[in-house]
């Protein structure tokens, strides 16, 4: 099995293990069965469309980790409420974890998943996410992708390879980088572009833009571009921003 196939999955179950031979840690584990006590109640809809929500968790991340957490967790309530969205968080972390929550149509219950996550040390694995995106949206079509992240420890060109199969399947990525990192800068912006998605550069003092630009990628991702137009014609600047970058 490839190593970019390797990620825990709650979708029928709590995981037993992250790679070959290796245990995820006891906190890991008690994460995800907390997420699926929360989310066996959602009740199973029809869905206009599917959002893959990524997250770098490494320690790197730390310094601005509550207040990311805080951001993402509006992102996801204001998700919910876009109606007939389903959304998916994937995080990784540690020495090779990485793990995937069900599918679910209730944003609370993924907001309350992000405070029970800490980051950890290790090396990115961007590769396994952009692997799972392609994974399911062969399964039922995902409508999008979004990462945030602030550096890339991983073979740039395999990353491309990745990306430009997500491209090929209609599937755009919206990166969001924290910090300057410039290797991460040129990476992410390839990811974006062979995807034919959109990059975001974020500062300390961006936190509103970060939140109105989550929300325009959750009404992308549920009504599709007419949607992001209807959005803008009210004035909303993270839709507007997002169109901008779309082109």
């Known amino acids: ?73 509006e992102m996801f ?28 149509d209730d944003g609370e219950a993924l907001a309350r998943l992000m405070t029970r996550i800490d980051c950890r040390g290790g090396q990115t694995q961007i590769r396994k996410v952009l692997r799972h995106a392609i994974d399911e949206t062969r399964r039922r079509k995902v409508q999008a992708l979004v990462y945030i992240g602030d550096c890339v420890e991983e073979d740039v060109d395999a990353l491309c390879a990745r990306a430009g199969e997500l491209g090929l399947l209609g599937v755009p990525a919206f990166i969001f980088q924290e910090g300057a990192d410039a290797h991460a800068e040129t990476a992410f912006r390839e990811i974006a572009r062979l995807t034919r998605g959109a990059y975001f550069r974020l500062d ?22 007419e949607g992001l137009e209807r959005l803008t014609r009210s004035g909303d600047g993270g839709a507007k921003r997002l169109l901008q970058h779309l082109g």
Do not use: H
């Open 77 to 104: 309530t204001a998700a919910g409420n876009v109606g007939r969205l389903a959304m998916q968080l994937v995080y990784f972390r540690g020495f090779g974890e990485c793990a995937a929550s069900k599918w679910v």
């Open 204 to 225: 300390g003092s961006s936190a509103r833009e970060l939140a109105d630009l989550l929300k325009a990628a959750a009404v992308y991702a549920a009504a599709g571009r």
């Open 1 to 73: 099995m490839d190593d970019d196939r390797r990620m825990e999955t709650t979708r029928s179950r709590a995981p037993t293990g992250t790679s070959a031979g290796t245990a995820p840690a006891t906190s890991a584990r008690s994460e995800i069965s907390a997420f699926l006590g929360a989310a066996q109640a959602t009740r199973n809809v029809a869905t206009a469309g599917r959002l893959v929500f990524a997250l770098d968790a490494t320690m790197s991340r730390q310094p601005t980790w509550d207040r990311a957490c805080t951001i993402q967790g």
